[in-house]
């Protein structure tokens, strides 16, 4: 118990200089979805902050059902860390605050969802072998027909409304566009000097259930002058162990994935070239990805090589924006676009998205009132806290619809299934993309792809 609670203490200890500048000036509270649909300051994040320091101080217990409940309530959507002007980094506070659960509530009273939730981040996430079998699953449920019959009947919703969800989660991960079933080639790869060298994050869940979307993210760097160098060894980012308080295994897959990116730098660098940029196209994944620094901060072999990897990780839509990208054939859709919150208020990348849009011909882009309110999604939350996640998606639906969009546009696997679902279960007439998406299907028509 003292180990769990040094952790906690320490990250605060960490914040001192930051939240001893809080001058308490009430800007993360409307910022906070919580704080916002309940009005109460204990899910407020700075009444979050503040159970925190009861709990490191012993003046409040750990495993105190109140204090389990408000840090559970929270999504770790960030936002209070863009309102706050004292740079308090809430969401590392918050993640130490869900080890110090975790540690209390595994063994005891913890529910049947959170024992499901800690072993399948114990015994599949970190193995690749597991994990492809449990997505062979979900894509074989996703392509039967009677699956999708029984959810537009309302079948299964008589039956169990979760699991209802649960499949048109499921089901929203399908390709938008019918090019995007079928393998297409990569285009010529660009050669000499002006190459860029990049290694994809393939991760698990895109890898898994979106592999269109990585499929497409690798065509279109191939197509903008870029050199793919694979990760073999990649695993897991460890961000959904993370946020879900499981830090030690977080750490783990960390240090993994160091040594298989820096095996695949020495591979392919040499004495002119710049190890390969990481790209990434899940958001939850980037902003880990880029605080392995911070995770590993105390490792002594791991810091430095931490802080290294971390300073090469781009998002995808970051990269391209950066670069001169190609321009590809008109699509003549209407499109909007929500943020996803661990790009928007995490990494702080707010434009690059829409640069990334804009550079396509023909789209007509209209701005969504509320781009960086989180959608509800927020990993696993929507399926553990289902009212909460429903009030926020509803009034995210509705907004969506207000643009009269088509197709409406995000940068992260958990915020595509959500707003998906939800667009299904609000009626909302628009398809669900990742940005990469449209762009690949702008290529495809301008014939930049082999046959």
């Keep these: 118990m003292n180990a769990h609670i040094s952790t906690l203490k320490s990250a605060l200890e960490t914040e001192t200089e930051k939240l001893l500048g809080c001058i308490h000036c009430g800007l993360c509270l409307p910022a906070c979805p919580t704080y916002m649909q309940l009005g109460n300051e204990n899910d407020s994040p700075r009444g979050r902050i503040y159970l925190m320091r009861a709990v490191a101080e012993g003046r409040l217990d750990a495993g105190a059902e109140a204090f389990a409940r408000h840090i559970d309530l929270c999504l770790g959507c960030r936002a209070c860390e863009t309102a706050c002007p004292a740079g308090v980094r809430y969401g590392w506070l918050l993640e130490s605050a869900r080890e110090e659960v975790l540690a209390h509530e ?131 980012c460890g961000a959904l162990h993370a946020h879900a308080g499981d830090v030690k295994t977080a750490r783990t897959l960390a240090r993994r994935n160091i040594e298989a990116f820096e095996t695949t730098a020495r591979s392919s660098v040499n004495s002119q070239s710049a190890p390969p940029v990481i790209i990434v196209n899940a958001a939850g994944c980037g902003a880990l990805l880029k605080e392995y620094g911070e995770l590993l901060k105390d490792d002594p072999e791991y810091a430095e090589r931490a802080r290294a990897f971390s300073a090469r990780v781009r998002d995808v839509t970051e990269y391209l924006a950066q670069i001169e990208v190609r321009r590809g054939a008109p699509l003549d859709e209407r499109v909007t676009y929500d943020a996803p919150c661990h790009l928007y208020h995490a990494q702080r990348i707010t434009a690059a998205p829409q640069q990334v849009l804009q550079t396509i011909p023909g789209l007509d882009y209209q701005p969504l009132e509320g781009l960086a309110d989180c959608c509800g999604g927020a990993g696993i939350y929507n399926l553990s806290e289902p009212e909460m996640s429903e009030r926020l998606l509803a009034d995210k639906i509705a907004k969506v619809k207000a643009t009269g969009a088509q197709v409406l546009v995000t940068a992260n696997p958990g915020c595509h299934m959500q707003l998906g679902a939800g667009a299904r279960m609000f009626g909302a007439r628009c398809r669900v993309a990742h940005v990469v998406e449209l762009l690949d299907e702008s290529y495809r028509r301008a014939g930049f792809y082999k046959k």
Excluded: W
Excluded at 156 to 163: F, I, R
Excluded at 198 to 203: E, M, N, P, R, Y
């Design 106 to 236: 595994v063994g005891t009273r913890a529910g049947l969802q959170k024992r499901l939730l800690k072993f399948a981040l114990e015994k599949v996430f970190p193995y690749p072998e597991r994990l492809r079998l449990v997505f062979a699953l979900l894509r074989f449920l996703r392509r039967r027909s009677i699956v999708k019959l029984a959810l537009r009947e309302g079948l299964v919703g008589e039956v169990s409304p979760q699991a209802e969800f649960a499949l048109s989660l499921l089901l929203a991960s399908d390709p938008v566009y019918p090019s995007e079933q079928g393998e297409a080639a990569l285009p010529p790869e660009a050669e000499g000097p002006e190459t860029r060298a990049v290694s994809l994050l393939t991760g698990c869940v895109m890898e898994g259930i979106f592999e269109h979307i990585n499929a497409a993210t690798a065509r279109v760097l191939t197509a903008n002058g870029c050199h793919l160098v694979p990760a073999e060894e990649q695993v897991c």
